[in-house]
């Protein structure tokens, strides 16, 4: 599954986009569970959302390696 990133999340991941395997996170939740052990600053952000195919999605839907998923940082504005 690749999981793209936006953001600080990109510094975070070193990278634009990440691949893991779908055996590591079948649901949001698990997903930022697996995400937030690989990478521990993910934590120190005030919070992050997590887009599955281009809408915000809660903890408990279900994700499969078909999804496009994206990590979007907290966003401020002025």
Known sequence: MIVLAF???KEIF???AIEIDTKEA???DEL???LET???RLKELASYMVAV???YASTNVDISDKDEIAIIPPVSGG
Request: aromatic share 12%; glycine share 6%; hydrophobic share 35%.
């Open 14 to 16: 070193q990278n634009s």
């Open 32 to 34: 930022k569970l697996f």
């Open 26 to 28: 079948s649901s949001v």
């Open 7 to 9: 953001g600080i999340v």
């Open 53 to 55: 195919n281009n809408e």
């Open 38 to 40: 690989k990478f521990p």
